[in-house]
């Protein structure tokens, strides 16, 4: 078999590539005109050296950057058109409704209702619920289910019409309910000028009056219906001048002389070189926390805060270390080791942990409050401080409800143990729980304060507090000073209200001596039933036996109380108290329900069952004694009942 071979010449070869790029080269001198021309008017841009000299370092120092980048521009370009072409597709699908095929859907449509339907259990809890008519004082007057049966509420009649309680039966009671711990006496007479008179025209109109049994006349915080509060005519004269509202944040035009006028006077009275409000007291602490606090900083806090502060640890998103409450060192010996779970033991392992992974050095700090509100109980400030300076350590306290009932002016804790203010990095209080206000403050040094102008979220994006209210903490702090006599009269009302309740076989008063927030919870022996059962751990010795998870906020062998069936008898109590003049309420929590996936809601913990009493110097000794032995009864009829 015969085979050919063809061999091409150079001659062809040259021919053939001389026509193709003859035949090209109309292209290639367009393609070549355009991209002068676009770089022309490229470099004619603004800006477009800069840009180029980007690109151009970029590429040198990391080529994989400006690939990585293209293909992100050419993936942002085809979801552009990608969106485009499945809207085109969904229009075409579209099933073009009549205008009488419409209006048959809408009216066949039935709305689902927005929350579901009250069961009766809360409608009767509802019911419950007490109503103060007029103003609240220390002796306000209200109303309930309980007082009026006409105020129930059924599955029937839900609501309740505002007609119904104005003429419902009210009450006269002993508050120990709301935060009415102190209150400085009235500088000035009802008949003393006319500017007064006007200011008790002005309170008077807030009372709702009842053919129930209410009276037609102001309601003072004693009940005596003659003076005004203090400082009610200087809050009222600010309102005229200011208005209502501020209608800005305070960064932008919300800040006037009223507001810089109350936070010199709290650095003033707390003895720190500056001090910054907040016009709501919920985000103080959940703003000033992650104000300072960042992702990789350290947070050692105690187990037993508040909701608030447990609010601001979550958005700090901060590495966080609990340790057992109010456990600083563990042993009372000072020689001995401390505990592993309290505040010593868990420095001294994360310095452990630091010098093993070799963490570089991070913001850390101590968190804690002064008065515990969940429990009354009190922080060893001495001692936190000197843990904090060996450790290197900053301490932001929480003086919500210490400021304004404890030491010999009301200064809180600092006063209280004698430490000067200085001494703690950031103290965070209420102006609401006990300045008659509302709002919030952070004290601390003068850089603290200005940092938290620029990055805390709260004083940044919300409106400022109302003039109204900061002339009314401004009115508060001035009657602190002069009237110190109001803290002797707070404590001996505290010391007679827990002489009466102390001693009871089912009752265990878990608050400080001190604390004018008295926590009363069932004691545990009382009832097989009601005992704390504690959680199964892994038995067995060594040093490790008995200690808590540092990473979690439940401590080891923690309590598990029946919480629903301790509720319902605390509640019980609260309504006998009612019913014989004693106005009370138990400590409320945040739980989800039985049937939800987190049975705790948007709580961390359980905490103990307990009554929260407000104890207040506005009332007399002989009144506090009355509503002990009132709480005293009701507590020992329904305890009997029980058993």
């Given amino acids: 078999m015969t085979s050919y071979v063809y061999h091409y010449s150079p001659l062809e070869t040259e021919s053939s590539s001389s026509m193709t790029t003859q ?56 979801t552009v058109f990608q969106s485009r072409r499945r809207a085109a597709r969904e229009a075409r699908n579209f099933v073009k409704l009549t205008e009488q095929e419409v209006d048959d859907l809408v009216d066949e449509w039935t709305p689902e209702p927005l929350v579901p339907e009250l069961s009766q259990a809360a409608l009767t809890a509802w019911s419950k619920t007490p109503i103060i008519v007029g103003p609240a004082s220390s002796r306000p007057r209200v109303t309930n289910a309980l007082i009026d049966p006409s105020l129930a509420l059924t599955p029937s009649n839900p609501t309740l019409d505002p007609s119904v309680l104005a003429n419902a039966k009210t009450k006269e009671v002993i508050n120990l309910a709301s ?269 603290m304060c200005e940092h938290q102008r620029i990055n805390s979220t709260s004083f940044v994006f919300s409106a400022a507090l109302p003039a109204l209210l900061a002339t009314a903490a401004s009115e508060t702090i001035s009657g602190f000073t002069r009237h110190p006599e109001m803290f002797t009269a707070l404590q001996e009302n505290v010391r007679a209200v827990r002489a009466i309740l102390a001693g009871m076989d089912t009752l265990e008063i878990v608050s400080h001596s001190v604390s004018p927030l008295v926590h009363l919870a069932i004691k545990a022996p009382s009832s097989a039933t009601l005992s704390p059962e504690t959680r199964s751990s892994n038995s067995g010795a060594g040093a490790g036996a008995g200690k808590s998870n540092a990473n979690s906020i439940i401590p080891r062998d923690a309590p598990v109380y029946d919480v629903q069936k301790e509720e319902g008898l605390l509640q019980e109590v609260v309504d006998e108290a009612l019913l014989q003049g004693v106005l009370i309420t138990r400590a409320k929590r945040l739980y989800g329900d039985q049937d939800d996936k987190q049975p705790l809601g948007q709580e961390w913990r359980v905490a103990r069952p307990t009554i929260r009493l407000a104890v207040s110097s506005v009332l007399t000794k002989k009144e506090c004694e009355k509503a002990a032995g009132v709480i005293k009864n009701a507590w020992i009829k329904v305890m009997i009942k029980r058993r």
């Fill in 23 to 78: 035949t090209l080269q109309p292209v290639l001198v367009l393609l070549s005109y355009g991209l002068h021309q676009a770089e022309k008017g490229f470099n004619a841009l603004p800006g477009s050296a800069v840009l180029l000299r980007y690109i151009r370092e970029s590429h040198r120092n990391d080529p994989g950057r400006t690939l990585l980048e293209v293909l992100l521009a050419l993936f942002a370009v085809w």
């Fill in 179 to 447: 935060f009415n711990f102190t209150l400085a006496p009235s500088s000035s007479s009802s008949s003393s000028s006319s500017g007064s008179s006007s200011v008790s025209s002005a309170s008077s109109a807030v009372l709702i009056t009842s053919t129930g049994g209410s009276s037609n006349s102001t309601s003072s915080p004693k009940g005596t219906a003659e003076q005004p509060l203090p400082g009610t005519e200087t809050a009222i004269n600010t309102l005229r001048k200011y208005g209502l509202g501020s209608c800005g944040p305070p960064g932008f035009y919300g800040t006037i002389d009223v507001h810089l006028e109350l936070e010199k006077n709290i650095a003033s009275f707390l003895g720190t070189e500056s001090a910054i409000i907040y016009s709501q007291g919920f985000s103080t602490a959940s703003s000033v926390i992650p104000a300072f606090c960042k992702r990789g900083d350290v947070i050692v806090a105690d187990r037993g805060v508040n909701f608030v502060i447990q609010k601001g640890l979550q958005l700090s998103r901060s590495t966080i270390r609990w340790y057992d409450h109010n456990s600083l060192r563990g042993p009372s010996s000072s020689s001995s080791p401390a505990s592993p779970s309290s505040l010593v033991g868990v420095l001294e392992q994360l310095e452990k942990e630091f010098k093993r992974k070799k963490t570089p050095l991070t913001r850390r700090f101590i968190v804690t409050e002064g008065l515990f509100a969940d429990s009354g109980s009190l922080t060893d400030l001495p001692v936190l401080l000197s843990i904090a300076k060996r450790f290197k350590y900053r301490i932001i306290l929480d003086e919500s409800f210490s400021i304004g009932t404890l030491g010999r002016t009301g200064r809180g804790l600092t006063e209280l143990y004698n430490v000067p203010a200085e001494e703690v990095d950031m103290i965070i209080g209420s102006l609401a729980n006990t300045m008659s206000s509302a709002g919030g403050f952070c004290a601390g040094s003068k850089v």
